[in-house]
């Protein structure tokens, strides 16, 4: 069965960091295209990052690109996203997804085939 579990979220002050992990069972993740993607409420599910399967290349949304850091450990069979200098508009539930047919990873959410369950980062004072 495959799964996908995130966690490290939380909650941080303003400028503070956090690393979220997105962990795998029942597949190898280097094999598939890992997005991160976050929900606010009453919000649309945005891209925030992603790492490709073909050469790790990875992609950022405009707003967070700077501070956060998307990365793979295949030993662990884990993703990882390092997030700093939060910001209150980055609160929301995060949640990593996985793909196995683009080559280069997209920050489209429908292009994505399995989920986790999600985990809630807020950034507040």
């Known amino acids: 069965q495959l799964q996908l579990v995130e966690s490290g979220g939380g909650l941080v002050q303003p400028g503070g960091s956090l690393r979220l992990s997105c962990a795998a069972s029942g597949f190898t993740l280097d094999y598939y295209a890992i997005g991160w993607f976050r929900q606010a409420p009453g919000k649309e599910r945005e891209g925030v990052s992603c790492i490709s399967s073909s050469d790790d290349s990875t992609y950022y949304a405009d707003s967070v690109k700077g501070r956060f850091t998307i990365s793979r450990d295949n030993a662990k069979n884990t993703v990882y996203l390092q997030m700093t200098s939060l910001k209150p508009e980055d609160t929301a539930v995060y949640y990593c997804?996985?793909?196995?047919?683009?080559?280069?990873?997209?920050?489209?959410?429908?292009?994505?085939?399995?989920w986790g369950q999600g985990t809630q980062v807020t950034v507040s004072s």
């Open positions: 997804a996985a793909e196995d047919i683009q080559a280069v990873c997209v920050m489209t959410p429908n292009e994505y085939d399995y």
